[in-house]
């Protein structure tokens, strides 16, 4: 099992294994690149700050290649960390804590990227059932219904920025 796969060769690697090796992907990783966290080696953006870090556009585009296949090894981990920003934030030597906290809108950004591509039908094994699967249960019974209605996600939650705050997203909980 490899936590919040990042790169091309892990997810190359976990895909000639058998289907008992299994890896997750956060939706922060199919849409940040190295770039939107640091800049000229300096923390540009602390709420896009997670560990692993994002890496570039081959390895952003392996981890959507893979995603958007339906491979039964790859499921996904929201990973979601809601951290105060006062804790996220880099002061001098200080570093942030890591994680993006992305539960209020993981699932509106992965169901525009499945739908992009036309596999829509395949964001509902990633979310819901490769996983449970993979750790031996079954994938719950319980239905959550979304439709594609425009919102904007918060700049903040209390004290804690979510992952994509302000933008418009177009799926939502029914």
Known sequence: ?????????????IAELPETVGATVTVHHLFLLFHDVFKGGKIQESHHFCEPVAKGERDREALRRVVLSGNPHFFLGTDSAP???????????????????TA?????PLFTLYEEYGHLERSEP??????????GFEPSTRTVTFVKKPWRVPDRYGDVVPFMAGEILQWQVE
């Open 1 to 13: 099992m490899l936590e919040h796969v990042t790169t091309e060769k892990a997810v190359d690697l």
């Open 83 to 101: 951290h105060p920003e006062d804790e996220k934030r880099w002061v001098g030597e200080k570093q942030g804590k890591p994680g993006s906290f």
């Open 104 to 108: 209020p809108v993981a699932y509106s």
């Open 126 to 135: 990633f979310v819901s059932e490769i996983g449970p699967r993979h750790y």
